[in-house]
């Protein structure tokens, strides 16, 4: 990926809606996030270009002028185009009503796509909660009201969108998912997954390969170590219960599995993942300063 702008932050104070992070992001050809499960709510909005965008139930295809959410805890995966990749900006918020607001603006958990005519506005609302990297009381205020205008703006016309890609398949490999995120943390193998969802292991190998682009040992993997990278980051859990939490038997298998994927050991990646956003928060002026200038 290239051109990317991050603010990590947390205003957790606002217990209704708040939000948790955002940036803009232009991405290079078949740049991918996941297969990942994600703690927050996310909001992408796609400014220029195509891609698409996976969810355990549908896949979809994606344009400039429309976009997706994501849910907490639920597995997804996207691309950008090989030919024409996207640049899209995202806000990732949450708090105790959120799903009332995702409702005001036509969204939930069976509506996940929207298209927008106002891509300059959010844009230009996302570069604002960019511009505010203090995190003073009357920055949270303000970056609090910001959120407040992103749902605004999407509220004006946030048209309903969707071009969902489906066929019978698609039970095997929502089931398929549905049994590892229940499952992760025990020592679960590909044929327990394939004896869950009542087909062979070969066959479940070919729907993986086909509708998410990987293997069910690479889907177990990817989910087991998203959500290691989650605890690393959130809690002060030592590696032996991560590792025990995740589905790994102990801390040397998990750290070796973590490394290889990430090609940082756990803990490094913990010290790093903390010191980035300290640093975020505290040093985040000159790029502040370019997308001011780009506006």
């Given at each position: 990926?290239?051109?990317?702008?991050v603010?990590?932050?947390?205003?957790r104070k606002?217990?209704?809606l708040?939000?948790?992070f955002c940036?803009?992001?232009?991405c290079?050809p078949?740049?991918?996030f996941?297969?990942?499960?994600?703690p927050?709510?996310i909001?992408h909005?796609?400014?220029?270009?195509?891609?698409?965008?996976?969810?355990e139930?549908a896949?979809?295809?994606?344009e400039a002028g429309?976009?997706?959410?994501?849910?907490?805890?639920?597995?997804t995966?996207?691309q950008?185009d090989k030919?024409e990749?996207?640049?899209y900006?995202w806000?990732?918020?949450?708090g105790?009503?959120?799903?009332?607001?995702?409702?005001?603006?036509g969204l939930?958990?069976?509506?996940?796509?929207?298209?927008?005519?106002?891509g300059?506005?959010?844009?230009s609302?996302v570069?604002?909660?960019?511009?505010?990297?203090t995190?003073?009381i009357t920055n949270?205020?303000?970056?609090?009201?910001?959120l407040y205008?992103f749902?605004?703006?999407?509220?004006?016309n946030?048209?309903?969108?969707v071009?969902?890609e489906?066929?019978?398949?698609?039970?095997?490999?929502?089931?398929?998912?549905?049994?590892?995120?229940?499952?992760?943390f025990?020592?679960?193998?590909?044929t327990?997954?394939?004896?869950y969802?009542c087909?062979?292991r070969?066959?479940?190998?070919?729907?993986?390969r086909?509708?998410l682009?990987v293997?069910p040992?690479?889907?177990l993997?990817?989910y087991r170590l998203t959500?290691a990278?989650?605890?690393l980051t959130?809690t002060?859990l030592n590696?032996?219960?991560?590792?025990l939490?995740?589905g790994?038997q102990?801390?040397y298998?998990f750290?070796?599995?973590f490394?290889?994927?990430?090609?940082?050991?756990?803990?490094?990646y913990?010290?790093k993942?903390?010191?980035?956003?300290r640093?975020?928060l505290?040093?985040?002026?000159?790029?502040?300063e370019?997308?001011?200038r780009v506006r």
């Amino acid at each position: 990926m290239e051109d990317a702008y991050v603010l990590q932050l947390s205003n957790r104070k606002f217990s209704e809606l708040y939000l948790c992070f955002c940036g803009l992001s232009k991405c290079e050809p078949l740049h991918s996030f996941g297969p990942a499960v994600r703690p927050d709510y996310i909001i992408h909005y796609i400014l220029k270009g195509k891609g698409r965008y996976h969810t355990e139930e549908a896949q979809y295809s994606l344009e400039a002028g429309q976009g997706f959410l994501i849910e907490p805890n639920v597995l997804t995966f996207y691309q950008a185009d090989k030919e024409e990749p996207w640049e899209y900006l995202w806000v990732g918020f949450n708090g105790s009503n959120v799903k009332e607001y995702l409702r005001d603006i036509g969204l939930n958990s069976g509506q996940l796509i929207f298209r927008s005519s106002y891509g300059a506005r959010l844009k230009s609302v996302v570069l604002d909660m960019l511009r505010d990297t203090t995190s003073s009381i009357t920055n949270q205020y303000e970056r609090q009201s910001l959120l407040y205008s992103f749902f605004a703006v999407l509220s004006k016309n946030s048209h309903i969108s969707v071009r969902r890609e489906e066929n019978g398949e698609n039970i095997h490999i929502r089931r398929a998912a549905e049994f590892v995120r229940n499952n992760y943390f025990n020592s679960i193998r590909i044929t327990d997954i394939a004896k869950y969802v009542c087909v062979d292991r070969t066959y479940l190998y070919e729907l993986f390969r086909r509708h998410l682009q990987v293997s069910p040992k690479e889907y177990l993997t990817n989910y087991r170590l998203t959500r290691a990278a989650e605890l690393l980051t959130l809690t002060e859990l030592n590696l032996a219960e991560i590792a025990l939490s995740c589905g790994y038997q102990n801390a040397y298998s998990f750290g070796k599995a973590f490394k290889a994927k990430r090609g940082i050991t756990p803990a490094k990646y913990r010290e790093k993942n903390r010191s980035e956003k300290r640093e975020h928060l505290e040093g985040h002026k000159d790029i502040i300063e370019k997308l001011w200038r780009v506006r």
